[in-house]
């Protein structure tokens, strides 16, 4: 995998049976594998305000990290059964957020990574929703075809 990428990142939020939220985002990144983990790097922009959030997601088999640095602030970590707290802070205000993970999936071909994490979410200690995070990435170069 080449350090230019384009990352495709689809977010699916089910709060219950007939309500069911989804984002994608397309976006170039940064991409970089060392020592065994996986690293992209991209800025987020949030509409109405100038302060970006600079995004940086760490991955492998077993453990996904996404850390949020800017405008809002986060270091969310994404383990297979396993439940883990952390605290978002957004202009807002602060939110403190359970992440409870079920499944982690990484497919790895020559030209194009794909990583699926399914999850629960909390906010102070109450069900938000299931979730899922679908990652799709591949070299520039590429193209946008394969996303």
């Avoid at 007939?18 to 060392?34: G, H, K």
């Avoid at 194009?112 to 909390?122: D, F, K, P, S, W």
């Amino acid at each position: 995998m080449t350090k230019d990428i384009f990352l495709s990142l689809k977010g699916l939020q089910i709060e219950n049976s007939e309500q069911a939220q989804e984002l994608e985002t397309i976006t170039p990144a940064d991409y970089y594998l060392r020592n065994g983990s996986h690293y992209v790097i991209y800025d987020e922009v949030t509409e109405g305000f100038e302060e970006n959030t600079r995004n940086m997601i760490k991955f492998n088999d077993s453990c996904v990290e996404v850390s949020k640095k800017g405008l809002v602030n986060v270091h969310m970590v994404f383990e297979e059964n396993k439940k883990n707290m952390t605290s978002y802070m957004t202009p807002y205000g602060n939110i403190l957020i359970g992440i409870d993970t079920g499944s982690i999936f990484v497919e790895e071909e020559e030209k194009r990574i794909h990583v699926e994490v399914a999850y629960t979410l909390e906010a102070n200690y109450q069900y938000l929703a299931d979730c899922r995070i679908e990652m799709n990435i591949k070299p520039r170069q590429e193209g946008m075809d394969l996303l």
